[in-house]
């Protein structure tokens, strides 16, 4: 069974401050892994995605993510907060198999506050 | 043009009553699915229809009853309600069976009184 584990329920930064949220997966296969973004009151926006291809994975908004293998770790950074990255920010994992379950599995979410 | 929509986008109620919340998708997607936020944020998989066939079923309380009429919708029934049914219910869909990137609805915040 794969499980996502997000460490820091809230990190807070300044305006301008290397943003780090971070995320540990649990499979015995290398799953698919993601990171949404959910805004106040809104629905779940894709981040970005690794799908096997390039370890360093670049996302919207100057977002990007590295793959770590070794670590079971899926990373997200971002070099400069901006006060429009506060949000809820989510890991998610999804098998590789092509037929049976589909869905995501979630980590607990980590919300990041932006200081100004 | 809205990707995956979701009504009602608030729905209160009363504890006992029977709601219905529906989900459409106009991005050509075979798959369809329900995920429960709870008040701590946490997601969790519902179900799950795959053209029209439910695929994942996860222990979800018998009163809740998803309906798929074709794939581009799936409407998401709830019988007796009760308090702890209070969550924001998303819908989402996905294509595909290599990489399953799933588009979420803005999502339907119910609140059982």
């Known amino acids: 069974a794969q499980s996502v584990t997000q460490l820091g329920s809230h990190v807070s930064v300044s305006e301008g401050a290397l943003v780090l949220l971070r995320c540990n997966y649990s499979?015995?296969?290398?799953?698919?892994l993601f990171w949404y973004v959910q805004y106040p009151n809104q629905g779940l926006q894709l981040l970005l995605k690794?799908?096997?291809?390039?370890?360093l994975v670049k996302g919207i908004n100057g977002f990007e993510a590295e793959f770590k293998k070794s670590e079971t770790s899926f990373h997200l950074t971002k070099p400069s907060a901006h006060m429009s990255d506060a949000a809820e920010y989510f890991c998610?994992?999804?098998?590789?198999?092509?037929?049976?379950?589909?869905?995501?599995?979630f980590g607990s979410g980590t919300r990041l506050q932006v200081q100004p | 043009d809205t990707a995956v929509s979701q009504t009602p986008k608030y729905l209160v109620t009363q504890m006992g009553n029977d709601k219905s919340i529906k989900c459409e998708q106009n991005?050509?997607?075979?798959?369809m699915y329900w995920y429960k936020q709870d008040s701590k944020k946490f997601l969790k998989i519902m179900f799950s229809y795959n053209n029209k066939e439910l695929i994942i079923n996860e222990t979800v309380p018998n009163r809740f009853s998803p309906k798929s009429p074709d794939k581009a919708h799936l409407n998401l029934h709830i019988n007796s309600l009760e308090l702890g049914d209070s969550a924001v219910y998303f819908c989402?869909?996905?294509?595909?069976?290599?990489?399953?990137?799933?588009?979420f609805g803005p999502g339907t915040r119910l609140l059982v009184l």
């Open positions: 998610a994992v999804s098998p590789r198999s092509g037929t049976g379950r589909r869905a995501l599995t």
């Open positions: 690794y799908t096997s291809a390039a370890t």
């Open positions: 499979s015995s296969v290398p799953p698919y």
């Open positions: 991005l050509g997607h075979d798959t």
């Open positions: 989402a869909s996905s294509q595909g069976r290599v990489v399953e990137t799933q588009y």
